[in-house]
T-cell receptor, first 113, second 115 residues
Framework: GDSVTQMEGPVTLSEEAFLTINCTYT??????LFWYVQYPGEGLQLLLK?????DKGSNKGFEATYRKETTSFHLEKGSVQVSDSAVYFC????????????FGTGTRLTVIP | NAGVTQTPKFRILKIGQSMTLQCAQD?????MYWYRQDPGMGLKLIYY???????DKGEVPNGYNVSRSTTEDFPLRLELAAPSQTSVYFC??????????????FGPGTRLTVL
């Protein structure tokens, strides 16, 4: 079945460090890929998305490129800030059924000053 | 726009008690969802709805019930609370479920503890 696997955390970085959170997927069709972010005490919110191979999603300095050849959608940011501390979820959507959005287990990022 | 709202924010239940978690959205979305989030486990879909009057089971529906009498509201009912239902519950909605446009909007969550 369709699924995503993302790197386990937690991840702790110093401010201004480079961030990579790995995400790989398994899908039978041509999924759309998403990164959601959950700030402390809040619900998830969409960070960025890509709907076809080689697309790059970007938002708030974060980027992720849809790589069909490696079935990956790694999240990157060149210089993290304390305010980026959150849990990041990779997700994919495929197929036509209503139940078609699948989340990874989440990666907790803590950025220290 | 308030987006997706959930009440209550926190609740402690005794084993065997019942309660309803409320969810409402003001974005006129047809699709609504209930998830539970357990520590380190990501999100698991409990129930979903594709429109008023239509609901279906997700991955973990046992112990829960839902109804969808209006487009705006999608309450989740726990009939006989068990410790295994201790979790954070999120309601979400979306305009479309086609993969290209499947952005779900989440409420702030309800933290439920069953003792």
């Amino acid at each position: 079945g369709d699924s995503v696997t993302q790197m386990e955390g937690p991840v702790t970085l110093s401010e201004e460090a480079f961030l990579t959170i790995n995400c790989t997927y398994t899908a039978t069709g041509y999924p759309s890929l998403f990164w959601y972010v959950q700030y402390p005490g809040e619900g998830l919110q969409l960070l960025l998305k890509a709907t076809k191979a080689d697309d790059k999603g970007s938002n708030k300095g974060f980027e992720a490129t849809y790589r069909k050849e490696t079935t990956s959608f790694h999240l990157e940011k060149g210089s993290v800030q304390v305010s980026d501390s959150a849990v990041y979820f990779c997700a994919l959507s495929a197929g036509t059924g209503a139940n078609n959005l699948f989340f990874g287990t989440g990666t907790r990022l803590t950025v220290i000053p | 726009n308030a987006g997706v709202t959930q009440t209550p924010k926190f609740r402690i239940l005794k084993i065997g008690q019942s309660m309803t978690l409320q969810c409402a959205q003001d974005m006129n979305h047809n699709y609504m969802y209930w998830y539970r989030q357990d520590p380190g486990m990501g999100l698991k879909l409990i129930y979903y709805s594709v429109g008023a009057g239509i609901t279906d089971k997700g991955e973990v529906p046992n112990g829960y019930n839902v109804s969808r009498s209006t487009t705006e509201d999608f309450p989740l009912r726990l009939e006989l609370a068990a410790p295994s239902q201790t979790s954070v519950y999120f309601c979400a909605s979306s305009y479309s479920n086609t993969p290209d446009y499947n952005e779900q909007f989440f409420g702030p969550g309800t933290r439920l503890t069953v003792l």
